[in-house]
């Protein structure tokens, strides 16, 4: 336990600092997605402070009572019901940008289920916590299957974002004739590889440690940084689109790209009375980027 709370307050200090280079880099980003990430984050800090609260219980003020130990506390709030909440929140995201770039209502739709049925799950899993109250009677309760759904639901929600993801990022960049976009596209389908299937793994690490070790907390490291892993990988995703002008990547020019949305082509079809766009033959996916600034060296001659 003293583990997953030292991975806990590692991944939120991770979390600020990406917090702070999103809101530094990226102030022109709609309003909703800044709140988005706001809120976020105060759910990971009301979730790092209530895990903290029990820390304290479990090993200062009752350190060497088992009866401490045992007890659930304030972990059926922290655990199921905030991590639900900050999962469903990135899955939903996860399932608008996929129904952006394709159009696809059925993905969307599937990943949003899951993820109301992730925090349902969460949700009922944190009130019968509190209402066994002990850690030892979690595998005789609805606690058991309750979490193992929940658990399951998540796994499976990412494999499927993950998926999509990459397929349909995939899809774009085929169509894509623009070198830095391009580029973007490539560093989007990478993160979203990595972020998804650790995502995914950890998810499915804390459900065979809560089935084959019951007798352990060894489910508790996992289970407990699922949040804040969401949030970090999320912010990872949005804080992909910058680069350092002058860094190590040798390209003719240095883009810097402070936001891009992916237009469906029906929708340029609407746009374009308003502004010039361009549009494939094909109907194809048009990557539009906002606040694009191309800087090309400037060589000088000696006199």
């Not at 830095?180 to 459900?207: D, K, P, V, W, Y």
């Not at 084959?212 to 990872?236: D, F, G, H, M």
């Not at 883009?255 to 094909?282: C, T, W």
Request: a positive charge.
């Amino acid at each position: 336990m003293i583990f997953a709370q030292l991975f806990n307050w590692m991944l939120f200090g991770m979390l600020g600092i990406q917090s702070y280079l999103y809101y530094v880099a990226f102030p022109e980003d709609p309003l909703k997605r800044k709140c988005l990430v706001a809120f976020m984050v105060m759910i990971e800090a009301a979730q790092l402070g209530i895990a903290t609260y029990d820390a304290f219980r479990i090993f200062g003020k009752g350190w060497g009572n088992f009866y401490e130990l045992d007890k659930i506390g304030l972990q059926g709030l922290s655990l199921p019901i905030l991590a639900g909440i900050t999962s469903c929140l990135c899955q939903l995201f996860y399932a608008t940008r996929i129904y952006a770039i394709s159009g696809n209502h059925w993905i969307s739709g599937i990943i949003s289920i899951l993820a109301a049925v992730d925090v349902a799950f969460g949700t009922y899993e944190g009130i019968q916590c509190f209402v066994i109250g002990y850690l030892t009677r979690i595998r005789h309760s609805n606690v058991f299957w309750a979490a193992i759904l929940w658990a399951g639901s998540n796994a499976l929600c990412h494999i499927i974002i993950t998926w999509s993801m990459f397929y349909y990022l995939l899809q774009a960049k085929k169509r894509i004739a623009m070198k830095q976009t391009g580029s973007l596209l490539t560093r989007l389908i990478r993160l979203t590889l990595e972020t998804g299937f650790l995502c995914a793994a950890i998810n499915l690490l804390a459900l065979v440690l809560f089935v084959a070790s019951q007798k352990t907390l060894l489910y508790l490291v996992p289970l407990t940084i699922t949040s804040k892993l969401y949030s970090n990988c999320l912010l990872a995703l949005l804080n992909s689109r910058f680069k350092i002008v002058g860094g190590r990547e040798e390209v003719e020019g240095q883009e810097h790209v402070s936001s891009f949305n992916i237009v469906r082509g029906s929708e340029l079809l609407r746009k374009a009375r308003n502004g010039p766009y361009s549009m494939n033959q094909d109907g194809g996916i048009i990557v539009e980027i906002d606040h694009f600034t191309d800087i090309s060296p400037c060589h000088t001659r000696g006199g």
